[in-house]
């Protein structure tokens, strides 16, 4: 990721970002429908994954 960073931190971020997008999608597909306990924790995941996204993102803006 530090070389992918290097070249093109908006490739970076895209790529960051299409990979839990790209879980979702694929969860959704297959048709398998979890538990609510499990559906509950899927979206606090994500919730805490966008505030990493943001965070890192801020980071990586600042350090330009």
Partial sequence: MRWLIDQNVVAF???K???PV???VLLWRIGNRPH???SRLV???VLAYGVVLVTHAQ???RGR
């Fill in 36 to 38: 609510a306990l499990v």
């Fill in 22 to 24: 790209l879980l979702g």
């Fill in 59 to 61: 980071w990586i803006l």
């Fill in 17 to 19: 970002l299409a990979l």
């Fill in 43 to 45: 979206v606090i995941g």
């Fill in 13 to 15: 971020m895209a790529v």
